[in-house]
């Protein structure tokens, strides 16, 4: 099928117009490194920063995808999954022969149930895809269907169909443990005046299991780090080399230690690495001395997911975290830095006490630091969901769904049929549903009540 590859990144179309930072995909990157590594040829594009105005309209993701290579790699985040869906159709109808592969976090975690679904999907990567992808696409180079097909059923980490296009599951892969041997992202392929930040990940998975969580799904229970040697190769090249002045960290526990923080901080200002960042941190792995140390050596910000105001809700979510706790740590952490937190309702077994005092924790910290509160999602990944999904449903009339797909007047057919594909596929589109409780109404009647008073 020849050794050119057509990347289509399709995680944040509506970042320009919500006037969130646009972050380079180092997901992508990191998976087209290793194509070009490979000897592959890639046409990189990525949908976030292209000019299309309306960018939730499957006619703008298929224009998009035009004139691209008869193997098309199409990363998506969860919500964006019906509208993927439509367009891969469309893009089908107009050449039956494109190969399409799905990757990424939002298929990752239903992907026998996209497969089995939706036909017009033939292959699907899970979890980490930089092995998973190149041994792929060489396998995908056997032109005898049956010695290809005998190459494909030892792939791990695939999803795709057999001759008889019937699904077939492939054993997971075993995770990447030795992150220094991954090859940095593919920065030259992009245009770095386009985005307003770029990222870096020194750690890949979290060491804790809060059960609503989907981060185990992509990740697995396993917490890998590379060498700050390693880390610092790629720091280079993006501060002095490219002239980035302002990175996000993205581990999901970038503070899991404090003496390899410390350690990152000193290492800073020794290679004279003159830029600003931020990071994720968790309230109970903090202290003054780090967050100083961090401050000093460029650390703007710090995001804390606090997710309940109520101890037993934080309990039941074996959040790890207290009250108290996040307090002090906020505390500490506005001396020095800017301070952003996210609180959750809706959680099952979630009382309208326990949210009254979610809320009552909102309105004592919003005047202290950058403080969101959003309604949670089922993610199918999460033991949460796995004892829950019972409960899930689905209210179009409710404005989750269009605070998630911002839908324009020119696109109520993309619309229509959106809410279609989510009502038929409950399993699948969960990112648009909620825990039904009997008090589900009232919970949502106090968060309406807090918007109009805020």
Known sequence: MGNKITYLDLNNPITRESEQETTANLGALYIISALENEGYEVDYRDYQISKFYNKLKVDSIVKFAEGSTKIILICCMAYMLPLVILAIRKIKEEDPEKLIILGGVGPTGVADKLMREFEDIDIIVKGEGEFTIIELLNVLQVKEAYSRYEALRKVEGIVF???????????ERERNKELDLIDFPAYHIIDK???KEFGLITGRGCAFKCKFCDIHGLWGEKYFQRSLDNVFKELNILVKDMGVKQIRIWDDTFTMSNKRVIEFCKRIKKEKLNFQWSCFGRVNLVNEELIESMADCGCGGIFYGLESGSEDVLKKIDKKINIDLMIRAIETSVKYMNVKGH?????PFESCEDLYKTIYLYNYLKNK???GISELWPYPTSPLYKEYKHLIKFNPNLDTFYKILPFKED??????????LVINHSDIFTQFYYYHTDNFMDKYMMIKDLYTFC
């Open 411 to 420: 696109e109520l057919e993309d619309e229509k049929e959106v809410l279609k």
């Open 343 to 347: 609180l959750i309702w809706g959680f």
């Open 161 to 171: 169909r057999d001759l008889n296009s019937n699904v077939l599951i492939n054993s």
């Open 193 to 195: 005046t386009k985005y």
């Open 369 to 371: 630091i950058d403080i």
